[in-house]
Each structure stands twice: as C-alpha cells, then as structure tokens.
C-alpha cells in the first residue's frame, strides 16, 4: 500500500491541475478544517478508490498547505497549495461520478464490507488491488470483468471474514484457549461436542451472513457449548 501511495502522489504531482481561486474572508485554519471535511465526506462516496490519483493530489496539497501554516509562510502560498488541493479533489470527485456506474457491483460489495466492520490490513490489501486499476485511464480500460468479478468477491469474502469475526470471534477464542489448557484430552466428548456446535454456526453464518434470525440460535448454541 506505502509504495502505491507514493506512486500516486508522485503522479498527481508530476502535473497538477490550476489552483482553485480561494476568495473567502475566512482564516486559513478555517478553509483547511472545510477542505479536511471535504475529503472525508468523499471517503465516504468512495471517491479515494474511484479516483485515487487525483484523490491522493488532493491529500498532499492539503499536507503542503498544512505545512505553510506551521512555517509561517504567507496567506497567498498558503491558499495556492490548498487552491490545487481543491481542484485535485474536485478532478477526483467528477472522475469518481463518471466511473461509479462502471464499477457498481464492486463498490456496493467495498461498501457492504465497510458496513460490516472491515478495517486494517485486509481492507488495505483489497483497496489497494482496486486502486491499481483506477490509478490511471489506460489501466481502467484494461480492467476486465474477469478483474471486477475478483476484486467484488475479495470484497464479499472480506466481509464474511469480518461478520464471522463479529458473531464468533469470542466462541472461536474461547474454544482456542480450551484447546491450548488440553480440552481435547481431558474432555474429549464435550470438547468435540463444542466445536460441532461452532462449524455448524459457521456454515449457517457462511449460507445466510445477513440474517440474524436464522444464524442467532446457533450462534448461541455454539457459544453455550464453549462455555
């Protein structure tokens, strides 16, 4: 992810687009705090995998009028570096429009696996297989449906992963720790009985991940078993 990250930031500023003309009365703190809020409501519309070359402009001209700030540098730098932030940000909100309808299938399942609670390293490693082919026109073009078809089903596997963890992670540590203290020696029968329970409430969690209904009572039963 780190060597994506400069890769695009080095493409973004290679070139970078016209500053946007800032007018505001406001103090720079102010229109800084108003372009940081900008960039996590286009977090939130996927805009950083849709167009993350532009997005990723938009970051770093925003850090480089940050760091104006702290060196004291005047208000026109200051405004020229968080101007280009803005247009990199308004550049990756038009490519981001105009590219969603092609990638729907992945971004609804990008975004049922951020519902379910996906983070750290396994979102990365996933978003960042997205970004190689959003980095650029020539690589979205290249995209295949075969390539869509992966990176939607790394999405949906990451969110299984995630609900699992969610509804049988401390069932699964429970019966963890037993085995590690010897349960399989010194109670073979409950043990195995526990861990019966625990691949039934996966397998039912893996047939139906959304429906609480159906998984709850098994869930239970496997959680009652390990206890």
């Known amino acids: 992810m780190k060597v994506l990250a400069l890769l695009l930031i080095a493409a973004a500023c290679a070139h970078h687009p016209n500053a946007v003309e800032i007018t505001s009365s406001d103090s720079t703190e102010a229109e800084i705090s108003a372009q940081q809020e900008l960039l996590r409501k286009a977090q939130t519309e996927n805009v950083q995998v849709l167009a993350p070359t532009s997005f990723a402009g938009a970051q770093d001209f925003l850090a480089k009028a940050q760091d104006d700030v702290k060196d004291k540098d005047s208000k026109k730098e200051i405004y020229e570096d968080l101007g280009v932030s803005k247009a990199y940000l308004n550049e990756a909100n038009g490519l981001a429009v105009a590219r969603a309808p092609q ?3 992945v971004l609804t399942a990008r975004e049922e696996a951020l519902k379910a609670g996906a983070q750290g390293d396994s979102l990365r490693k996933t978003d960042t297989d997205f970004m190689v082919f959003t980095a650029s026109k020539d690589s979205l073009k290249n995209m295949s449906s075969k390539d869509k078809s992966a990176l939607q089903n790394s999405y949906l596997n ?3 992963v995630t609900i699992k963890g969610s509804k049988l992670g401390e ?3 429970t019966l963890d720790e037993a085995n590690a203290k010897g ?3 010194l109670i073979p029968n409950a043990f195995k009985d526990a ?3 625990y691949r039934s409430a996966e397998k039912a969690v893996e047939a139906d991940r959304h429906s609480d209904s159906r998984t709850r009572p098994v869930i239970a039963a496997a959680a009652a078993s390990a206890m």
């Open 183 to 185: 349960a399989a020696r």
């Open 195 to 197: 861990q019966s329970k």
């Open 158 to 160: 990451l969110e299984l």
């Open 171 to 173: 069932v699964k540590k």
């Open 103 to 105: 990638l729907q299938e």
